[in-house]
């Protein structure tokens, strides 16, 4: 069966901390594919054969000149390849000392500074620190191991590796540190100068007490000058144990508040934090699924999903107004429910996105259930629903390119140079399986990129 994955920055279908389709992610664009009419690329090309046994993640980047590819290649090991932007197929490569085994988690980040110097962090799921960086000319053949941002010592149970810039445009990475249902959000920023990292806070951003850990969906950057970041509370590796939509907002991401302004000190800490919707243990609510988007005010929304009192998973939509959080359900499914539970990723059956402007009045939210895209219209006012429309996707498209066999699905990520050109990579690999091994080797598979002209994605 044909399946196509989450189109956002990075797109696949596991139960992780991912980021929404707004991210402040350096030098990413965040373009959402299946929004997107079906449109010829101006160019296909072929990089490499990669690894499909299972779906991790790949990462896209460009500098003025040069656009940079990172994967895992058929070998599992992480590759770099880089090629100029005007000059198709002439592609450099470079093999690093990583190689992925089995599980989902492990996804890559990648961006450039000020300078121009590549900085890659991959292959961590509760893992030491695995981060290369190169020189200022950008060359990936010049990409060397970082042995410590802070400290080695602490830096031994690294997850989820994510590259920010703040309003200054200086680069920013942030982590888990720790494991699901005990560990902490860390941010660090880079001294482009001395060529070191630095810690951002004085203390981690959540602190779970050993007792849960904070997934986050962000941070997100809105036009009121805000970062904004949702999260829920997790109490053990478990999926089903996800509770309590929370939310915080920060000019700086050093300073935190509430939606109302009043500060919030750090670590927060569940007590502390800020509810949206007190969602309980078993609720139906997962943590990749608490996406921030904006109305045409500029005001955060978070799209999320839960169980109503029929046990139906359903979409909800909460946006802070003066008497505080508004909670709309936008579905009304019937004789539906996503009942996850267990460990390691899953395969996802829903996906939701942040809500946008749409015509005046109304605000568009976009949600994959079961394979079908679908998008709701509801009134920007009151949130109610005014229609639930099926959508078709980019599935056609890519599915000219690729002839996928049973059980694979079609993965894409994307970014964008200065002048608005879109690239897209697109392959095909098994879906995540619970981080578990196959019986059996599968063969690898194209990697491949499609580019398309500036305003017509």
Same mark, same amino acid.
């Given at each position: 069966?044909?399946?196509?994955?989450?189109?956002?920055?990075?797109?696949?279908?596991? &139960?992780?901390?991912?980021?929404? %389709? *707004?991210?402040? $992610? /350096?030098? !990413?664009?965040? #373009?959402?594919? =299946?929004?997107?009419? +079906?449109?010829?690329?101006?160019?296909?090309?072929?990089?490499?054969?990669?690894?499909?046994?299972?779906?991790?993640?790949?990462?896209?980047?460009?500098?003025?000149?040069?656009?940079?590819?990172?994967?895992?290649?058929?070998?599992?090991?992480?590759?770099?390849?880089?090629?100029?932007?005007?000059?198709?197929?002439?592609?450099?490569?470079?093999?690093?000392? &990583?190689?992925?085994?089995?599980? %989902? *988690?492990?996804? $890559? /980040?990648? !961006?450039?500074? #000020?300078?121009? =110097?590549?900085?890659? +962090?991959?292959?961590?799921?509760?893992?030491?620190?695995?981060?290369?960086?190169?020189?200022?000319?950008?060359?990936?053949?010049?990409?060397?191991?970082?042995?410590?941002?802070?400290?080695?010592?602490?830096?031994?149970?690294?997850?989820?590796?994510?590259?920010?810039?703040?309003?200054?445009?200086?680069?920013?990475?942030?982590?888990?540190?720790?494991?699901?249902?005990?560990?902490?959000?860390?941010?660090?920023?880079?001294?482009?100068?001395?060529?070191?990292?630095?810690?951002?806070?004085?203390?981690?951003?959540?602190?779970?007490?050993?007792?849960?850990?904070?997934?986050?969906?962000?941070?997100?950057?809105?036009?009121?000058?805000?970062?904004?970041?949702?999260?829920?509370?997790?109490?053990?590796?478990?999926?089903?144990?996800?509770?309590?939509?929370?939310?915080?907002?920060?000019?700086?991401?050093?300073?935190?508040?509430?939606?109302?302004?009043?500060?919030?000190?750090?670590?927060?800490?569940?007590?502390?934090?800020?509810?949206?919707?007190?969602?309980?243990?078993?609720?139906?609510?997962?943590?990749?699924?608490?996406?921030?988007?904006?109305?045409?005010?500029?005001?955060?929304?978070?799209?999320?999903?839960?169980?109503?009192?029929?046990?139906?998973?359903?979409?909800?939509?909460?946006?802070?107004?003066?008497?505080?959080?508004?909670?709309?359900?936008?579905?009304?499914?019937?004789?539906?429910?996503?009942?996850?539970?267990?460990?390691?990723?899953?395969?996802?059956?829903?996906?939701?996105?942040?809500?946008?402007?749409?015509?005046?009045?109304?605000?568009?939210?976009?949600?994959?259930?079961?394979?079908?895209?679908?998008?709701?219209?509801?009134?920007?006012?009151?949130?109610?629903?005014?229609?639930?429309?099926?959508?078709?996707?980019?599935?056609?498209?890519?599915?000219?390119?690729?002839?996928?066999?049973?059980?694979?699905?079609?993965?894409?990520?994307?970014?964008?140079?200065?002048?608005?050109?879109?690239?897209?990579?697109?392959?095909?690999?098994?879906?995540?399986?619970?981080?578990?091994?196959?019986?059996?080797?599968?063969?690898?598979?194209?990697?491949?990129?499609?580019?398309?002209?500036?305003?017509?994605?």
């Amino acid at each position: 069966m044909l399946k196509i994955s989450r189109p956002l920055v990075f797109t696949w279908i596991c &139960t992780l901390a991912l980021m929404s %389709s *707004h991210l402040a $992610i /350096a030098d !990413t664009s965040t #373009a959402t594919l =299946a929004s997107a009419p +079906a449109q010829l690329p101006i160019s296909i090309e072929a990089i490499d054969r990669v690894w499909s046994g299972h779906t991790v993640p790949f990462a896209m980047a460009t500098s003025k000149d040069h656009l940079y590819v990172a994967y895992y290649d058929a070998n599992r090991q992480l590759t770099v390849a880089q090629r100029p932007l005007n000059a198709p197929s002439h592609w450099v490569y470079h093999k690093l000392d &990583t190689w992925l085994g089995w599980d %989902s *988690h492990n996804l $890559i /980040a990648m !961006t450039l500074d #000020a300078s121009g =110097a590549v900085h890659i +962090a991959a292959n961590m799921h509760v893992d030491p620190l695995t981060m290369f960086r190169s020189d200022t000319t950008g060359d990936v053949r010049t990409l060397q191991r970082v042995p410590k941002m802070l400290d080695a010592a602490r830096e031994k149970a690294m997850t989820y590796p994510v590259f920010l810039k703040n309003h200054q445009g200086q680069l920013i990475f942030k982590y888990r540190d720790g494991s699901s249902g005990r560990g902490n959000e860390i941010y660090n920023i880079y001294d482009e100068k001395s060529q070191s990292w630095k810690a951002l806070t004085n203390s981690p951003l959540t602190d779970g007490e050993g007792q849960r850990n904070a997934y986050f969906m962000g941070p997100t950057k809105g036009k009121d000058g805000y970062f904004h970041v949702a999260w829920v509370w997790r109490e053990s590796p478990s999926a089903e144990t996800n509770h309590d939509l929370s939310y915080a907002k920060s000019r700086d991401l050093v300073h935190w508040e509430r939606a109302n302004g009043s500060p919030l000190t750090l670590p927060i800490r569940l007590k502390q934090a800020e509810i949206v919707d007190p969602v309980p243990v078993s609720g139906g609510m997962i943590n990749n699924n608490t996406v921030l988007g904006f109305d045409e005010e500029g005001r955060a929304i978070i799209t999320y999903h839960k169980y109503d009192a029929a046990g139906n998973t359903q979409i909800w939509l909460a946006r802070h107004e003066k008497a505080g959080w508004k909670l709309k359900q936008i579905s009304a499914w019937t004789n539906y429910r996503w009942d996850f539970k267990g460990n390691g990723s899953l395969n996802s059956e829903i996906f939701v996105e942040g809500a946008r402007p749409g015509k005046p009045g109304q605000l568009l939210v976009a949600v994959t259930r079961l394979g079908q895209r679908l998008e709701f219209s509801v009134d920007s006012r009151t949130l109610e629903t005014v229609t639930e429309n099926k959508l078709a996707g980019v599935a056609e498209m890519f599915a000219t390119y690729f002839k996928p066999g049973p059980d694979m699905q079609i993965n894409t990520t994307e970014t964008s140079d200065a002048n608005g050109r879109v690239y897209r990579l697109a392959w095909t690999a098994q879906a995540p399986h619970r981080d578990l091994p196959l019986t059996e080797i599968v063969p690898a598979t194209d990697l491949k990129l499609f580019v398309f002209n500036p305003g017509k994605p």
